[in-house]
C-alpha cells in the first residue's frame, strides 16, 4: 500500500519557533582508528518537526507525553483541504468533508509548505472548530502549520479546547502532497516520560 511521508525534515535548518531550541548535533566519536562506530548527541526542543504536544504543554498539572495514550495517533484519519482561507481554520472551511467522520482529522492550509523559514503569518484552528470536531467524535487534529492556535496568541484558546476535550493534536505536518480522502495514520510519539511534547515520524498510509 502506498506511503505519505507528512514529517518535514529535521535538520539544523529546521524552523522553529520563535525563541525555541534548534535542531543541533555534535558528535561524541567518529569511526578511526581504535573506534568502530559513529557516536552523536541532539539537543532539540520536542517541537521541532512534526511532533505530538502532550498536555503537559498547555496545562501545568498535564500528562507527560510518555504517558499519554498512543491509540489517537494510530488508526483511520481523514485530510481535509482549507487552503488559504485566511488565519483560522473556521467550521465553514472545512463543512464539506465532515459526513461519517472518522476520529482523526488533518487539515491542510499551505498549498506549498515553507519549510526553510518560521511562518509567523500560520494559519490556526479556531477554537470553535476544534469544538465542533470534538462534538463529532474526533479524538485527534492535527495540521500543518507550527501551531493550532496563531503564532502571536497569548490566550491559546483552540489549545484550551483541546485541553477540556481530552483530544490530542499534531502539529507541523507536512501535507503539500495529499489528496482529500481518507487514510491511515501513523504518528507515535517517543514515550518521553517528563517532555511536553514528542517528534514524531508521521505517515499516511493508503486503505485497503
Not at 495514520?185 to 518521553?192: G, T
Request: charged content about 20%; hydrophobic content about 45%.
Amino acid at each position: 500500500m502506498k506511503l505519505w511521508d507528512i514529517s518535514p525534515p529535521v535538520s539544523a535548518s529546521a524552523p522553529v519557533f520563535p525563541g525555541d531550541t534548534p535542531y543541533s548535533q555534535q558528535w561524541a566519536a567518529t569511526i578511526g582508528p581504535g573506534c568502530p562506530v559513529n557516536v552523536s548527541a541532539i539537543t532539540l526542543s520536542p517541537h521541532v518537526g512534526a511532533h505530538a504536544d502532550a498536555p503537559l504543554h498547555y496545562d501545568a498539572d498535564g500528562a507527560t507525553i510518555g504517558a499519554v495514550a498512543l491509540e489517537p495517533f494510530l488508526g483511520r484519519c481523514r485530510v481535509i483541504h482549507a487552503i488559504g482561507v485566511g488565519p483560522l481554520v473556521r467550521p465553514e472551511h472545512i463543512a464539506h468533508a465532515l459526513t461519517d467522520l472518522p476520529p482523526r482529522v488533518l487539515v491542510r492550509t499551505y498549498a506549498r509548505a515553507p519549510l526553510d523559514r518560521f511562518d509567523e503569518a500560520l494559519a490556526a484552528y479556531a477554537p470553535e472548530t476544534i469544538e465542533q470536531l470534538a462534538d463529532l467524535g474526533v479524538q485527534l487534529v492535527g495540521i500543518d502549520t507550527a501551531s493550532i492556535d496563531p503564532a502571536d496568541s497569548k490566550l491559546l484558546l483552540s489549545h484550551q479546547v483541546i485541553r477540556r476535550r481530552g483530544l490530542r493534536v499534531l502539529e507541523n505536518l507536512v501535507l503539500d502532497e495529499v489528496a482529500e480522502g481518507d487514510y491511515e495514520l501513523i504518528a507515535l510519539p517517543l514515550k518521553l516520560t517528563t517532555a511536553d511534547a514528542s517528534p514524531v515520524r508521521a505517515i499516511l498510509r493508503e486503505l485497503p
